[in-house]
């Protein structure tokens, strides 16, 4: 009789190749953070759920549902100064998961963003220099895809998770730190 040997291990190795490429993390949560605040003398860590009217805000503002209710807001100081927010905001792609750092300076508009882990298939994640046309984007009717907002070929779903991210994002620093200050307010 002859061995099975040689068929299994051709078959663990088809199997090996077949299977769908693993999960990337390309950053820590500590390393995010650093990234996204080098100069900053702290970052305060605040853990909040929110209601049912902050959660019917926050979903109204940013036109996009929230995946839970429970944020963290982080705030760094630097000279008894605020330097920025920033949420890490972990949203279903397609079928799975994503972990993108939303960083917002003081003048509510988005600052940085980085894709800190992906899961669906790597050809689906967006470029650093698509992130890049979020930046400098405060929450409004521009902040939208196939206005000034361009969609990524072929990875629609990735595009408008992001972008749905970002929108959440600056609708939850509204309702946990207050409305963005008029010009000329401190």
């Given at each position: 009789?002859?061995?099975?040997?040689?068929?299994?291990?051709?078959?663990?190795?088809?199997?090996?190749?077949?299977?769908?490429a693993a999960a990337k993390?390309?950053?820590?949560?500590?390393?995010?953070?650093?990234?996204?605040?080098?100069?900053?003398?702290?970052?305060?860590?605040?853990?909040?759920?929110?209601?049912?009217?902050?959660?019917?805000?926050?979903?109204?503002?940013?036109?996009?549902?929230?995946?839970?209710?429970?944020?963290?807001?982080?705030?760094?100081?630097?000279?008894?100064?605020?330097?920025?927010?920033?949420?890490?905001?972990?949203?279903?792609?397609?079928?799975?998961?994503?972990?993108?750092?939303?960083?917002?300076?003081?003048?509510?508009?988005?600052?940085?963003?980085?894709?800190?882990?992906?899961?669906?298939?790597?050809?689906?994640l967006p470029s650093a220099?698509?992130?890049?046309?979020?930046?400098?984007?405060?929450?409004?009717?521009?902040?939208?895809?196939?206005?000034?907002?361009?969609?990524?070929?072929?990875?629609?779903?990735?595009?408008?998770?992001?972008?749905?991210?970002?929108?959440?994002?600056?609708?939850?620093?509204?309702?946990?730190?207050?409305?963005?200050?008029?010009?000329?307010?401190?």
């Amino acid at each position: 009789m002859p061995s099975r040997r040689p068929l299994a291990a051709a078959l663990a190795l088809a199997l090996a190749f077949a299977a769908p490429a693993a999960a990337k993390v390309f950053y820590s949560q500590e390393e995010a953070l650093e990234l996204a605040f080098p100069d900053a003398d702290r970052v305060d860590k605040r853990s909040e759920v929110l209601d049912d009217a902050q959660a019917a805000r926050v979903e109204a503002r940013a036109g996009a549902p929230l995946p839970s209710r429970l944020v963290r807001l982080y705030t760094a100081w630097k000279d008894g100064a605020v330097l920025g927010w920033a949420f890490i905001d972990v949203h279903t792609v397609r079928t799975h998961p994503e972990a993108l750092l939303v960083v917002i300076g003081p003048d509510r508009r988005v600052r940085m963003l980085r894709t800190l882990a992906f899961y669906e298939p790597e050809e689906y994640l967006p470029s650093a220099r698509w992130l890049r046309q979020l930046e400098g984007r405060a929450l409004d009717e521009d902040l939208r895809l196939g206005g000034e907002l361009h969609g990524i070929a072929g990875a629609t779903l990735s595009s408008r998770a992001v972008t749905d991210a970002v929108r959440r994002s600056l609708a939850l620093l509204e309702v946990l730190a207050g409305p963005r200050p008029a010009a000329g307010e401190p």
